[in-house]
């Protein structure tokens, strides 16, 4: 995760280079930008475990046989239309959801333009929508079901 965020600071400087004056201390701005997203990325970690034990919170409440079933049958019509989505678009997707990566580590690793994947993503979002709209209210009945039980 270190190389990551080294990373993205070069891509920030990068992209920020035209407001930069290369007489000032590049190397203690440096420091202080990879210090900074560092402490960004640790929050979002706590942030992300305390989710995670609500959700496992949630999770430890009984679950009837039935609703067990109806959550891999939403797990698996998920999937599926996530199967079912254009190639490259469904790589962009699992790449950013599944794997974490950012925007522009995606851009860098297709060699393609962070737009395009900014693009490809709202595609792929949106055809997730469409295609799963049923389960909404589904899941969202179901969600309350086992939140007030």
């Not at 920030?12 to 202080?32: A, C, E, G, V």
């Not at 995670?52 to 919170?57: G, H, P, Q």
């Not at 950013?96 to 860098?108: G, H, L, P, S």
């Amino acid at each position: 995760m270190a190389e990551n965020i080294v990373q993205d600071v070069f891509l920030k400087i990068w992209q920020n280079r035209s407001k930069l004056d290369p007489s000032q201390m590049i190397h203690s701005y440096l420091f202080t930008s990879v210090k900074n997203e560092s402490l960004k990325y640790l929050r979002h970690l706590d942030v992300e475990k305390k989710s995670k034990e609500r959700v496992l919170n949630l999770n430890d409440i009984e679950q009837t046989p039935d609703e067990q079933i109806d959550g891999k049958e939403i797990e698996i019509e998920v999937y599926k239309a996530i199967d079912e989505l254009p190639d490259k678009c469904r790589e962009i997707f699992r790449m950013n959801r599944f794997d974490k990566q950012k925007y522009a580590e995606i851009a860098v690793i297709l060699g393609i333009s962070i737009k395009t994947v900014e693009t490809q993503m709202g595609r792929a979002l949106k055809k997730l929508r469409e295609k799963l709209n049923h389960l909404y209210m589904f899941i969202l009945i179901l969600s309350l079901l086992i939140f007030f039980n």
